[in-house]
């Protein structure tokens, strides 16, 4: 049910020794932190140092962001005819247009399938940095800093800002965060784990649109007459060949 | 009000009010239901078939709806607007209410397990906890009468931790899919059994409500009918015998005595006009939810219940249970780029893996006293439900891994049995309002090592079956960090406890207060001991059967 990134908010910088790298262990925890919705207490004194560091040593941008103050759908919203526009989006055209670029690099049009900013990914992304609830300002504040900080890394490296860059730049600034191992490496360790929340949340919204849905081959959310007919032959065939190659045949169920 | 006769005021519409409300009309008895939320109308309310993108945030939860947009429950979740909860030092217990007319039936899992013998007689067998005031034996035909009236699928295992229904009760279960028999095939290799889940969704046609036609979360409720909640059954059902009167938006505050200290009256807050308003009751079933109901008996002090009602004892709002949980799971490589087809089925997981070990705990080998289950969640879910694992790059690549991941993933969900201790209990903030200007409950809640040691088993043995499936685990948090938090399962139970003596109990085995004889509770309150199986089915069949006894005694002139 954690559909929120809930992506840390911003930790204040502590005077302790920077260290240079990440072991894989504190990656994960604090991978785990950064994207599971784990409350801050659960970050120790050595994470935070981390974050801390890790924000110094990539250049992150600390915003400094007006709360949003509109107001939510409600506790009794209607569920049949939900609202389209349940808050006022607030990303500006400029961030719109980066986040395009981002999501479409990302999910980029491949033959018929459309790319993610065809299906409005960008809206949802717009909406989900607008809604006024605790959790997605703590989003807001880090897909904004993000944004940010795609462009001032661009400026550090071409002299132009993201979206005016070339692909092949905009491409070498994405393969240094777009992989597990950026999240070992200190000045990309704060980027690469927002990024792939954004990630997660665009892949997230490309299938479940129309096209997506199609395209990922989800068969639900039919009425089906009768009684529910369970796997198919085919779906059968891979599992008694999985149930082979595990030793498991002689355990199947029955 | 005051010339409205009835002979029963039920407090509560959800699954022991309703379910008495029931009983007692078709035994030609006039009930007065008073629910605290508003009324609410599955048929034209559920968003049956809406995709998540129809959804603000594609339903992703919010504090407005806890469990996401399209969750049926209405002004309720984790907070109520208006209605605050308070915490003893230390704690963060967490209280789940719905504001509306079938309060949390309409949403709940649908799980339906029988409780057993063994776990009506724990404190027997390991002297922790209480025993239940009946044996299995008096309780398995009203379970029977119960499954019948709910609609209940599932099948008769054998197993020592599901008690069989009698033949015929049952409707059939829907076929297992393809991860569920992957776990099945390795949990047997382990020595550990799965099982159909039962669940209280119909597979055949009855009364007025549909066979599921296997598509839509029954989170969101069910306008067919075919996953049960109160509002499409129940009462419905005893609505049609014209015995029945329900009065949403009434917030009960108290249930009032006379000069002799003799119960006489319900005084609920119409939620429109905020005025009180009192209606006399003759008998009064307190049936609004464990801590509710005990909320209401604390709060009603008078002369003669300087204590509050029903409180001789002193242990109302003690005993407060809920089950364990924590959850694990994995990507499972032999799942992946699996044929997809539809295996929306009900919804919810068709195969479980119920209890196992009664007899290693018997021999002492367990480091933990009671049970547990686990609930599977896998499958190919509505792009936009489920939550891809870790992806890696962008482009085509993305893709493709995002696509030979989709329906891999194998999720444990465990629920235990959590034996009770002093150290979790409710009482009245007496410093604290709801907008209603009723005093709020505060809860003090702390894990024992019981519970701790159960979800380390749990732990390690939902790991053991993922790698028997092949999958690589990560590390496992410790069972600190992964036991939930209490309420969070949303099973709380045991704050007007039954038993076999006024001393140490607050009702009898019919749910009859020992103090008042005209008082019953009949919701989760009752409950002795919170077996993992989920209440719900145990508090439907206690209600049957005490509200029977009720009508019995009513019948008879005794009260």
Redesign the interface.
Known sequence: ????LHIQQQIPLRDEPAPTELTRRQS?KWLGALTAGLSVP?ISGCDSMMISAAKLAGSWPDLNLEPISSE??????N??S??EH?WPLTLTPAQRALVDVLVD????R?GNHPSASEVNVTN?LD??VS?P??S?QSDRLEILSALVWFDEESERRFNTDFIRATPQQQLEI?DDI???EAELELRFAYISRVF?AV??LV????????E??K???????????G??????E??????DK??A??G??E???S | MGDLIHDVVVVGSGAGGAMAAHTLTKAGKRVLMLEAGRDYDPVTETPMFKEPREAPLMGAPTPDKNFGFYDATVDGGWAVPGEPYTQGEGTEFKWWRARMLGGRTNHWGRFSLRFSEHDFKAYSRDGLGADWPFEYDEIAPWYDKTETLVGVCGTNTGLDDMPDSAPGVLQPPPKPRVPELLVAAAAKKLGITAAPMHRAVLTRPLDNRNACFYATDCLRGCSIGAAFQTTTSLLPLAKATGKLEIITDAMVKSVDTDEQGKINAVTYIDRKTNQPVTVPAPVVVLAASACESARILLNSKSNHHPEGLANSSGHVGRNLMDSTGASFGATVPALKGRPIYNEDGHTSNHLFIPWWGHETQAKGELDFARGYHFELSTGFKAPGAYFPQKLQGYGPALKQQAKLDYGSFVHFSLRGEMVPNENCYMEIDDKVEDKWGIPVPRFHWQWSQQELNQVAHGLRTAKNILETMGASVDELPSPEEAIKKGGEIIHEVGTTRMGSSAKDSVTNQYGQTWDCDNLFIMDGGVFASNPHKNCTLTIMTLAMRNASWLSEQLDKGVI
């Open positions: 049910m954690e559909r929120s994960l659960l939510g759908y409600g506790t009794d919203p569920l049949i939900p609202p349940p690099i990302l999910i980029p491949e949802l909406e989900w809604a609830y605790p997605f994405i777009a992989y597990e792939d990630r997660t892949t997230i919204a490309y299938f479940a649109s129309p997506g849905t395209e990922i081959g989800y068969q639900g959310n039919t009425p089906l007459r009684d529910y007919p369970g796997p198919t085919e779906a059968f065939t891979h599992l999985a149930l190659d595990l498991l045949s355990y199947a169920y």
